[in-house]
């Protein structure tokens, strides 16, 4: 297993990934439409890696431009990252989710039919769990979706078993990741989302930096630690290194394999905003807010299934996480933020 291609290379967490491959020894060949990244990053990849690597502007939902980089390269692997990833967006554009998120994976498995390339890593999230039933969140809990972004990541993952089953040489690992937080230590890379943040991190780092004039805490009336909503934020640089472990053992132990990437622990809202503070050294304004309609009050993972079959585990604290967002937000500035694109910081 030598080429990988990263679709969504110039995103969020596949360009954490790109790094991490780059330095593991592989090729990495990464394509992205720049719908929400811009190709600043890939210089910024290069920067980081002291690597240079293939990347192309192209659209995964397009076979000629999919069989002309395939056809131009020995892809060995695909870690399918591009695609739409706001769910409160997904309830207001359905039909743009489901074009864009299963449209791309269709058409990327058809070119991987026709291209022999026979290992697919999908970008899963935690959303398909739906309601926890029981805690932690093991492999085997039943799964559900609320909205549009969720039907999605559920409709592919059956879509990527039934591939499997229909072709046993086709080889799949369903990475269901958790709330991924934090940047590359260089500060380089990070996530900038477009318009008023939805998630938690991007929300508290624009208030601290004074873009945003308090944080809404969504509800403190939950049965948890405190009364606000309890995830398990996960290091964004851990995950990607869960990557080039699912990469690993593809090439040695092939199969359809489901994976959490999580830490396994549960920190709440409030939590989470206290650490920022005392380890940033900055005051984060907040209120409290009524809770946000589809918002679960507990989700945490049970990695073990990683940390046996992977080797995986993170490794990164809560004090990284909030540190390094906070580093990697300030050195995109006020300005990049407000342009509304993925993370662009100058060098
Ligand atoms: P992101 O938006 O930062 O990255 C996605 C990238 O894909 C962007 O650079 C975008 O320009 C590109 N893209 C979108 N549609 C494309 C297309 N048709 N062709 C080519 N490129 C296209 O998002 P992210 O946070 O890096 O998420 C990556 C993946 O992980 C997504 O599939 C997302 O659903 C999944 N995920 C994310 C989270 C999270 O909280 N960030 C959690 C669980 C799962
Ligand atoms: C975390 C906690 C909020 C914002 C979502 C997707 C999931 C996955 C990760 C892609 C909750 C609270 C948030 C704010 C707040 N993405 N909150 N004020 O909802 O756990 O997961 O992102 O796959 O699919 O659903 O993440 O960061 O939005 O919220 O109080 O301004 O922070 O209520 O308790 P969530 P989140």
């Known amino acids: 297993m030598k080429n990988i ?6 995103g969020y967490i596949g360009s954490h990934t790109a790094v991490e491959l780059l330095e593991s020894g592989y090729n990495v060949i990464c394509i992205d439409n720049f719908s929400n990244s811009t190709e600043a990053v890939f210089e910024n990849i290069q920067r980081i890696t002291g690597k240079r690597f293939t990347w192309y502007e ?38 743009m989710y489901y074009q864009n998120n299963i449209d791309s994976t269709l058409i990327l498995c058809e070119r991987c039919l026709k291209h022999s390339i026979n290992n ?29 972004y969720g039907k999605c990541k559920l409709f592919i993952e059956h879509m990527l078993k039934d591939l499997h ?16 937080v934090g940047a590359h230590s260089s500060y380089k890379l990070g996530e900038s989302p477009r318009g ?38 996960i290091h964004v640089v851990d995950l990607a290194k869960g990557h080039v472990a699912a990469v690993q053992k593809m090439a040695t132990d092939p199969g359809c394999v489901v994976y959490n990437l ?69 050195a995109l500035g006020v300005h990049d933020i407000l342009q509304s694109r993925q993370y662009t910081a100058s060098v």
Request: with cysteine; net charge negative.
């Open 5 to 10: 291609l990263v679709t969504g290379g110039a």
């Open 120 to 148: 697919i890593i999908f970008s899963s999230s935690a959303t398909v769990y739906g309601r926890p039933q029981y805690l932690p969140l093991d492999e085997a809990h039943s799964l559900s979706a609320t909205n549009p």
């Open 262 to 330: 999580g830490t396994g622990n549960g920190i709440s809202v409030l939590e989470l905003v206290h650490a920022f503070e005392k380890v940033n050294g900055i005051e984060v304004p907040y209120v409290i807010a009524p809770r946000r309609s589809g918002d679960v009050a507990e989700c945490w993972a049970d990695p073990g299934a990683a940390k046996r079959e992977l080797g995986w585990k993170a490794q990164l604290t809560v004090e990284d996480m909030v540190r390094d967002s906070w580093e990697a937000q300030k």
């Open 58 to 95: 192209a659209d995964v939902r397009d076979a000629v431009q999919l069989d002309s980089i395939m056809g131009a390269h020995h892809i060995d692997c695909v870690i399918h990252f591009a695609g739409y990833k706001a769910v409160g967006e997904s309830v207001q554009k359905p039909l």
């Open 196 to 233: 008023i943040p939805n998630n938690l991190m991007p929300y508290v780092c624009q208030t601290a930096l004074g873009i945003r004039e308090k944080l809404h805490i969504f509800g403190n009336d939950y049965n948890t630690v405190d009364g606000t909503g309890v995830r398990d934020f």
């Open 165 to 180: 089953i229909a072709h046993s040489e086709m080889n799949i690992a369903l990475l269901r990741y958790f709330n991924p």
